[in-house]
């Protein structure tokens, strides 16, 4: 079982697969991204896993559609309609179309992506692709705006990312939902059936944040019997990709491998989890780490391609997977 965001995540899972090709991979994803625009649900990190895992991602902005046109973008804004920051490709397009009607109609968000799934994977028992829940949830920061009466105002996460380019400080940050969500049904199942549990360098405020934020879900893993290995995305001080780094002060949290693992913690000490693996350049905070209490090795983490992914993961699978010294 692996619990990940979107373009970071969905490298890590091609690598789980590459190093584990005959495991039966759960992937919990994280929803708290997903927006409704001109009418359409947009779940952003599903629909990388999805298209990534299928052949079909964009290698090089690492979200939507390879072989992308954007003629209803370009239609939308001769409309003058709103927002125009938020690129939506034609055939990316379609995906949203089939969420939203399944999702008028009543099929839960899970039903929905396996049914978007069986597209792209096939009938592949070997990989699901679940959200972490079923529940609208949805991250969004609060900036400042002088012209607000209270000089501060909430944008949707994905118009601090996308058309402010995060830019403006991230002063707090309210997941809309997340109180009354649940976890998707037999998911908690899942967890406690799971043999291995693996934490993927996705944004640990915005990606792996909202998952572990669920309730139900922290329980889960503390009670599940697999061990859980997680992954550093902040590599040398600074995120592999995306814009973590623009996040973590806000919940104060240092922009540095160690610091995110001593924010996930050990679960003998209340967290979620038994290894955090982190990059040669932290490998100078390895000690620190396992004093801490947190079993900890440095390797390369760089996630190049499948093949080198799957060789850290296999690396820490193999020092870990069986369990750590202290439980
Ligand atoms: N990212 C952008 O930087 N610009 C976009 O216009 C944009 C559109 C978009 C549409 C569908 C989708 O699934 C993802 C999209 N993304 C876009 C990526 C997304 O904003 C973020 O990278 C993730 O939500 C963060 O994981």
């Known amino acids: 079982m692996i619990l990940a965001g979107g373009v970071g995540g969905s490298k890590f899972v091609a690598g789980a697969r590459r190093a584990y090709p005959d495991a039966q991979i759960t992937v919990i994803v994280n929803t708290a991204d997903d927006i409704t625009m001109h009418g359409l649900r947009i779940c952003p990190d599903l629909d990388t896993m999805m298209y990534t895992l299928g052949g079909g991602s964009d290698q090089i902005r690492g979200w939507g559609r390879a072989g992308e046109t954007w003629r209803v973008k370009d239609e939308l804004a001769v409309y003058g309609v709103e927002p125009s920051w938020f690129g939506l490709g034609d055939l990316d397009i379609a995906t949203h179309l089939v969420r939203t009607q399944m999702l008028d109609a009543g099929y839960p968000l899970s039903e929905v992506t396996r049914a978007l799934t069986t597209r792209w ?3 592949d028992p070997a990989l699901h692709l679940v959200p972490m829940t079923d529940d609208r949830v949805e991250t ?19 118009e601090y990312w996308v058309r402010l380019h995060a830019a403006p400080e ?5 997941r809309v939902g997340i109180e009354k969500a649940t976890l998707t049904p037999g998911l908690a199942n899942t967890v406690a059936a799971a043999d291995l549990i693996l934490v993927a360098p996705s944004n640990p ?3 792996i944040g909202p998952i572990l934020a669920v309730p139900g879900m922290r329980s889960a893993l503390a009670s599940a019997s697999a061990p859980v290995i997680g992954f550093a995305g902040i590599l040398g001080g600074a995120p592999v990709l995306g814009m973590a780094h623009r996040l973590l002060p806000m919940i104060g949290v240092d922009v540095d491998a160690a610091a995110v693992g001593l ?19 932290d490998a100078g905070s390895v000690d620190q780490l396992q004093q801490a209490g947190l079993p ?13 992914t799957a060789e850290f993961i296999r690396s820490g699978v193999e020092r870990y997977g069986a369990g750590t010294a202290s439980r």
């Not at 969004?140 to 994905?158: M, T």
């Not at 900890?296 to 080198?308: E, N």
Request: charged fraction near 20%; aromatic fraction near 4%; glycine fraction near 12%.
């Open 296 to 308: 900890s090795m440095a390797t390369d983490l760089l996630m190049h391609d499948p093949g080198s």
């Open 263 to 281: 924010h996930y913690g050990s679960r003998t000490g209340g967290g979620v989890l038994d290894a955090w693996l982190v990059d040669t350049a």
């Open 140 to 158: 969004h920061i609060v900036i400042d705006d002088p012209e607000a009466a209270s000089g501060r105002r909430a944008v949707h996460f994905q």
């Open 205 to 207: 405020v915005v990606s």
């Open 121 to 123: 994977l096939g009938d």
């Open 170 to 174: 991230a002063r707090d940050m309210v």
